[in-house]
């Protein structure tokens, strides 16, 4: 890979997890969104850049924070969602029209840690997740059209709050769940999606913040905050393999669906680039690494393929106001 061009933002990136949406629509140039404070920049493929705001508060100086956005690919319709320290924002792809919003449960009494929503995914085909610090995973319906979205189930198997929630990008061997919910301790969750989602397991966390997760061909690649990349089989939940990717807190886990390659930025400055495969002949998850790109004097804190085969990745970072793309060599 090298570096090809840069796209300027109208402001710098926060530090969160995964800070980097890239939306891929086909035969057309990539859409990206990077969220800061209570706003997210939108770099469309189409128009000028844009800014939407977090909403929820009556005066301009309680406006929440964002904390994660995405765009959720569903079969008949993409949505843009947002998550803050107050709710839920779906928009139409482009941002242009609010679709949704939905209101965190604030306790009467606010304990010591703060309410937000992290963590989006789409899933089950008709379904968008979102995580909570309370721990819970929220799980709307959305229809193939309009705004008639509710808020169908909520999984309740986290202590912690949720840091990332990835469904999965290839072919589930069977008895594989198709969800994986992660949390601040580590502890992962791996469901079955459907009218009814069903827990299939429980990988407890050691001790380290699982920041990012990812979930291909069975296999779920998660990031954590000592620096590590661990593959777990999705079925069993056995650990396959583990590396020490990073010097310093993964950010930003991605995968490319039709390679296999997998994404990690972290706050080391640097960007690697692996590649997952299945050994036809003992079925062992192999990890292969690919390539290393370090960004100078950069905390990166988003890092996205804009491609499904991998070819291309984008990357933000703290206090830089730009997103850095890189494409084949």
């Known amino acids: 890979y090298r570096r090809e061009r840069s796209l300027a933002l109208r402001s710098s990136s926060s530090a969160l997890y995964n800070n980097l949406a890239v939306l891929c629509p086909p035969a057309r140039p990539p859409a990206f969104g990077a969220v800061h404070g209570t706003t997210l920049s939108l770099l469309g493929n189409e128009g000028p850049p844009r800014q939407l705001q977090a909403r929820g ?18 079969p008949s319709r993409v949505l843009l969602v947002l998550t803050s320290q107050r709710g839920v924002q779906m928009y139409e792809s482009d941002g242009s029209t609010m679709v949704f919003w939905h209101a965190l449960d604030v306790p009467e ?33 959305i229809p193939p059209k309009g705004t008639n979205v509710t808020l169908s189930e909520v999984l309740e198997q986290h202590r912690d709050p949720i840091t990332d929630i990835a469904a999965e990008q290839g072919q589930a061997p069977d008895g594989a769940g198709d969800l994986v919910t992660a949390d601040d301790s580590g502890t992962l969750c791996l469901w079955s999606t459907g009218e009814e989602f069903t827990l299939l397991g429980k990988i407890p966390g050691s001790g380290s913040t699982c920041s990012s997760v990812r979930l291909w061909n069975g296999v779920v690649a998660a990031g954590y905050g000592n620096g590590q990349i661990r593959l777990w089989e999705a079925g069993s939940g056995r650990i396959r393999a583990q590396v020490s990717a990073h010097a ?34 003992t079925d062992d998850i192999e990890i292969q690494h690919c390539h290393a790109e370090c960004v100078t004097d950069t905390q990166v804190c988003g890092a996205r393929f804009c491609d499904p085969a991998g070819d291309t990745f984008a990357v933000t970072g703290y206090d830089l106001s730009e997103i850095l793309c890189y494409g084949p060599a």
């Open 57 to 74: 508060g009556g005066s301009a100086l309680s406006t929440p924070l964002l904390t994660q956005a995405a765009w959720c690919e569903l």
């Open 109 to 141: 009494h606010p304990a010591a840690h703060s309410v937000f929503a992290r963590g989006i995914a789409a899933a089950g085909g008709h379904f968008v997740c979102v995580g909570t610090s309370c721990g819970a995973v929220l799980v709307f319906d």
């Open 248 to 281: 310093r807190w993964i950010y930003a886990l991605d995968l490319a669906p039709l390679t296999g390659k997998l994404l990690s930025g972290a706050e080391d400055s640097f960007v690697h680039v692996w590649k997952l495969s299945r050994n036809p002949d």
